[in-house]
């Protein structure tokens, strides 16, 4: 079972060793590059990279490149990706900041659609009808 983030503070806060912490919460504990993480996120989801990128709108070639290391995604790519996974937000948030990008933030018009999408189990398509229903960017 899941240890909630809180959880994992406690037990660091109240640890005296970070080598048993690390090896105690080794399934909790995200891995450091892009493709470690999203690979984290595929066998979590049991989803393969093709079914990834089928459900996210991003072109194969380049999603794989993606995956591989070989080319960083944009902040709107890994969103993309977000719904391509069916990410949480939380999880959501979490790939986000993994990739150096800023959070979704629910006071801009654009981020708070994504945020209902992914709260709600959205496709990426009708994210991007909600988004072009409101007169703002849709993901391409």
Do not use: W
Request: aromatic residues 12%; negative net charge; proline residues 4%.
């Amino acid at each position: 079972m899941k240890k909630k983030t809180e959880d994992l503070f406690n037990i660091l806060e109240k640890g005296n060793n970070i080598e048993e912490y690390f090896s105690d919460n080794i399934e909790e504990i995200y891995p450091d590059s892009i493709p470690e993480i999203l690979a984290y996120f595929l066998k979590e989801k049991g989803l393969s990279k093709s079914e990834v990128l089928d459900n996210s709108l991003i072109e194969k070639h380049y999603g794989y490149q993606i995956f591989s290391g070989t080319k960083k995604p944009s902040r709107d790519k890994v969103i993309m990706l977000c719904f391509g996974m069916h990410l949480t937000l939380r999880e959501a948030q979490s790939l986000l900041k993994k990739c150096t990008y800023s959070e979704l933030y629910p006071r801009n018009r654009r981020d708070a659609v994504v945020i209902f999408g992914l709260q709600h189990n959205c496709s990426i398509m009708e994210t991007n009808d909600i988004l072009y229903e409101y007169g703002l960017p849709v993901f391409t």
